[in-house]
């Protein structure tokens, strides 16, 4: 998988600084996992997200993949993707395929070392979305993501610095995926090959 260097494409400059500090808190971090799920609509293969609802936290109102922190009773990772995107969206785990998993990546403002997978359903999830945690469902054509200037770069609030800063983002569908959900989407999007004009999934190698 490529690792780091996909994530670096779509990291705030001050990341890439602190990438060879992080080793230490890697070692105390909380763990947790998210889905990606891709399913097909119209001909398009589409990709899932979800606007975080308003909290006194570090990620309130961002744009991220269903997913969560690990509980003592899920027996794996791909147990915590699958709960955590049922609990906050409805959907079904036994109407997933996971397909692959992505390289781990570490959250320093909430302490997370994120575990990545990439699920497939054969039809449109019906979402029962859980006001607590969840505003609303994002869906995008996976092949917008590969437009002509769809990153850009903008000035965020962080508010676990308490300043604004200068980082690359995808803009599309007239929102802005930044931070670490735009890290993972930039590893997915360099693991897939698009084929013509319409979007398919030719290979996703499962991880050495």
């Not at 009773?73 to 997933?96: V, Y």
């Not at 609303?136 to 965020?156: A, G, P, Q, R």
């Not at 508010?159 to 802005?176: E, L, Q």
Request: proline share 5%; glycine share 4%.
């Amino acid at each position: 998988m490529p690792g780091i260097g996909s994530h670096l494409k779509m990291a705030p400059a001050m990341r890439a600084q602190e990438v060879e500090r992080l080793s230490d808190k890697i070692q105390h971090a909380k763990l947790s996992a998210v889905l990606i799920l891709l399913f097909p609509e119209d001909s398009r293969l589409k990709t899932v997200f979800i606007k975080r609802s308003e909290y006194d936290g570090v990620h309130s109102g961002q744009i991220a993949f269903p997913g969560g922190q690990k509980e003592v009773f899920d027996k794996s990772f791909e147990d915590t993707a699958l709960r955590e995107a049922q609990e906050e969206i409805g959907i079904k785990p036994t109407e997933i395929e996971i397909l692959t998993q992505l390289s781990d990546l570490f959250i320093p403002p909430s302490n997370f070392l994120v575990k990545v997978f990439v699920g497939y359903s054969e039809q449109k999830p019906a979402y029962t979305i859980d006001p607590k945690e969840v505003q609303s469902v994002v869906e995008v054509n996976l092949e917008d993501f590969y437009s002509e200037n769809i990153i850009t770069e903008k000035e965020f609030a962080s508010a676990s610095r308490g300043i604004k800063i200068k980082a690359p983002c995808f803009t599309v569908n007239n929102i802005d995926i930044w931070g670490a959900t735009a890290m993972i989407m930039r590893e997915l999007l360099d693991v897939l090959k698009i084929e013509n004009k319409e979007t398919k999934i030719t290979t996703l190698t499962q991880p050495s």
